[in-house]
């Protein structure tokens, strides 16, 4: 079977400080690469990389020749992670809608998206409000003077949009503290070691969602977990695998990415005053100025990698059949050919197709989610603390070195005296 035999390009580090610290030079050089090259990425190996918005919504969009299951392109597995995990985690951390295609993809995506439809994301605002101004008077004790500082990723950033996401599954508020300290720690995994020693905490969390199927089945109730239940699209269920692997996937995908993305947010907005003054005046622009930020910081780097189904010519290279293709959403969002001046921050930017949620069947099914989560948390921050400022030099961030998102270690803020 041919897989890349070239020396893979150079250059494209996404472990490098510059994706963190200043996205648009950084993707701008991804570019110049071409729309799409050869790179030797973590994990994945040698791959291609779909650079140009053309090419990376072409990749995302077509699925006759770009798939996720390596199975489809003629591959025994995706990653080495995959064949060292145990049976029973495997299933469920590979069971659900992300790693499917075709008619199997549609089907779970219907069934997700019908349960997800049920819970009113407007009607759920209210209470989204509730949850964040109690996180924010939870911390209030801390802020007792302005030169205290205090870290918003441990206090508010993490538990917040995980509280939503307990609410969201209809958890019941007795057992969220426990859950939420379990989950919080699983969030936390960033190796293959992480994971083998969270394995009893892994354990706990899903024998606590499999007794809350259980109990819904028996009783429904509120919530997302009883709508996944009883969720039918032409007379079929989720099965017990793939329930658990969707609760995984809503709580860890919901999670993640709405932490990095309010993180992101804040970090935006203190280090840009006018954006912050503009938005703080009028938040009716709260959605316009979330978008803007998802494009210019590129907050999710990359999409899961897709396989290429056939030979064939893609941007001026030639693909071969069972060759790992990476849609790189960060380079997109700074195309020059879709964006203008693409390093500049345009709250008011019109059209904006980003691409930080992805694109085609796969896209991002809780965007609708996280954008709100985002605008109700920083109104309810900015109207609580409005002389709000950075506890660090704002020109050096605490950035981690997740790969294929813009992350931060800690985010110390403190009120402006």
């Known amino acids: 079977m041919p897989f890349l035999k070239k020396r893979a390009a150079t250059g494209f580090d996404l472990t490098s400080p510059e994706f963190r610290v200043n996205p648009g030079l950084a993707f701008g050089k991804v570019l110049t690469q071409g729309p799409v090259f050869q790179s030797r990425m973590p994990i994945v190996g040698n791959s291609w990389i779909a650079s140009s918005w053309e090419a990376v919504a072409e990749t995302l969009r077509n699925t006759q020749d770009f798939v996720r299951d390596p199975r489809i392109a003629g591959r025994q597995n995706e990653f080495w992670i995959s064949?060292?995990?145990?049976?029973?985690?495997?299933?469920?951390?590979?069971?659900?809608?992300?790693?499917?295609?075709?008619?199997?993809?549609?089907?779970?995506?219907?069934?997700?998206?019908?349960?997800?439809?049920?819970?009113?994301i407007q009607q759920m605002e209210t209470r989204i409000n509730a949850i964040a101004i109690q996180h924010l008077q939870n911390m209030e004790s801390n802020f007792n003077s302005p030169s205290t500082g205090i870290d918003f990723i441990s206090n508010f950033c993490r538990p917040y949009p995980l509280a939503v996401i307990c609410e969201l599954?209809?958890?019941?508020?007795?057992?969220?503290?426990?859950?939420?300290?379990?989950?919080?720690?699983?969030?936390?995994?960033?190796?293959?070691?992480?994971?083998?020693?969270?394995?009893?905490?892994?354990?706990?969390?899903?024998?606590?969602?499999?007794?809350?199927?259980?109990?819904?089945?028996?009783?429904?109730?509120?919530?997302?977990?009883?709508?996944?239940?009883?969720?039918?699209?032409?007379?079929?269920?989720?099965?017990?695998?793939?329930l658990l692997s969707t609760a995984l996937l809503l709580l860890l995908a919901g999670h993640e990415t709405t932490l990095h993305l309010l993180s992101n947010s804040l970090l935006?907005?203190?280090?840009?005053?006018?954006?912050?003054?503009?938005?703080?005046?009028?938040?009716?622009?709260?959605?316009?100025?979330?978008?803007?930020?998802?494009?210019?910081?590129?907050?999710?780097?990359?999409?899961k990698p897709r396989f290429v189904t056939r030979d064939r010519k893609f941007h001026g290279q030639m693909l071969n059949r069972g060759e790992t293709i990476i849609p790189c959403l960060g380079s997109a969002n700074f195309?020059?050919?879709?964006?203008?001046?693409?390093?500049?921050?345009?709250?008011?930017?019109?059209?904006?197709?980003?691409?930080?949620?992805?694109?085609?069947?796969?896209?991002?099914?809780?965007?609708s989610l996280a954008?709100?989560?985002?605008?109700?948390?920083?109104?309810?921050?900015?109207?609580?603390?409005?002389?709000?400022?950075?506890?660090?030099?704002l020109s050096q961030p605490d950035f981690?070195?997740?790969?294929?998102?813009?992350?931060?270690?800690?985010?110390?803020?403190?009120?402006n005296a």
């Open 83 to 120: 064949r060292i995990l145990p049976r029973k985690f495997k299933r469920l951390f590979f069971n659900n809608m992300l790693t499917r295609d075709g008619e199997d993809h549609r089907r779970l995506r219907t069934l997700v998206s019908q349960a997800f439809q049920r819970q009113n």
């Open 169 to 242: 599954l209809g958890l019941p508020e007795s057992d969220r503290p426990k859950f939420m300290k379990w989950f919080s720690g699983m969030s936390r995994v960033r190796s293959a070691a992480g994971i083998f020693k969270l394995l009893p905490m892994m354990n706990r969390t899903i024998k606590y969602l499999q007794d809350q199927f259980e109990q819904v089945r028996k009783n429904p109730r509120p919530g997302l977990i009883t709508s996944l239940v009883e969720a039918e699209a032409e007379g079929d269920r989720l099965q017990q695998d793939e």
């Open 268 to 303: 935006t907005l203190l280090q840009l005053e006018d954006e912050k003054l503009a938005l703080m005046t009028n938040w009716a622009q709260a959605d316009a100025t979330i978008d803007e930020i998802l494009r210019w910081t590129s907050v999710v780097h990359i999409a």
């Open 335 to 367: 195309d020059p050919e879709v964006f203008t001046a693409p390093t500049e921050f345009q709250r008011n930017r019109t059209p904006n197709r980003h691409m930080t949620f992805g694109n085609g069947p796969h896209v991002c099914l809780g965007m």
């Open 371 to 393: 954008r709100a989560e985002t605008r109700i948390a920083l109104q309810a921050i900015f109207e609580k603390w409005p002389q709000l400022v950075a506890d660090f030099r």
């Open 400 to 415: 981690g070195r997740r790969i294929g998102m813009r992350t931060l270690n800690t985010l110390m803020l403190k009120r």
